[in-house]
Nanobody
Framework: QVQLVESGGGLVQPGGSLRLSCVAS????????VGWFRQAAGKEREFVAT????????RYTDSVKGRFTISRDNAKNTVNLQMNSLKAEDTAIYYC????????????????????WGQGTQVTVSS
C-alpha cells in the first residue's frame, strides 16, 4: 500500500512562491497517476493539477495555468507542485492523491476517483 506525505506549505505574501512535495512510500510509485487538490475553508475539495505515470501528460485547472507547474521524479517517489505568483485565493489546504493507472495516458481530475490521500499541507497567501 502506498502512503503519501505532503510538505512545503506555509505563509507567503501575494506574488510569492512555494514548492509543495508529495512523497510516496510503499509500492512502485511510477504505476500511479497523481493529482494535487485544494480545499479552502467552507468549500469542497477542488482539482488543481494532475500528472500521468511518467509525466508524459499534465493538466491544470484554469485558475493556475501559467503559475503552477506539476512535476515528478519516480526515482525519488516524489511529485512536486511549484506555485508561483501566488494569490490570496490560492489559500487552502493542499492534498496530493494517487491511484493506479494502466497506462501513461491516464489523467484524473475527479477527487472521488482517487483512493490514496496524504494528510494535507496548509498554504496561506496573505500580506
Amino acid at each position: 500500500q502506498v502512503q503519501l506525505v505532503e510538505s512545503g506549505g506555509g505563509l507567503v505574501q501575494p506574488g510569492g512562491s512555494l514548492r509543495l512535495s508529495c512523497v510516496a512510500s510503499g509500492r512502485t510509485f511510477s504505476n500511479y497517476v497523481v493529482g494535487w487538490f485544494r480545499q479552502a475553508a467552507g468549500k469542497e475539495r477542488e482539482f488543481v493539477a494532475t500528472i500521468s505515470r511518467s509525466a508524459y501528460i499534465t493538466r491544470y485547472t484554469d485558475s493556475v495555468k501559467g503559475r503552477f507547474t506539476i512535476s515528478r521524479d519516480n526515482a525519488k517517489n516524489t511529485v512536486n507542485l511549484q506555485m508561483n505568483s501566488l494569490k490570496a485565493e490560492d489559500t487552502a489546504i493542499y492534498y496530493c492523491g494517487a491511484r493506479l493507472a494502466l497506462t501513461d495516458l491516464v489523467l484524473v481530475t475527479n477527487p472521488q476517483s482517487y483512493d490514496l490521500w496524504g494528510q494535507g499541507t496548509q498554504v496561506t497567501v496573505s500580506s
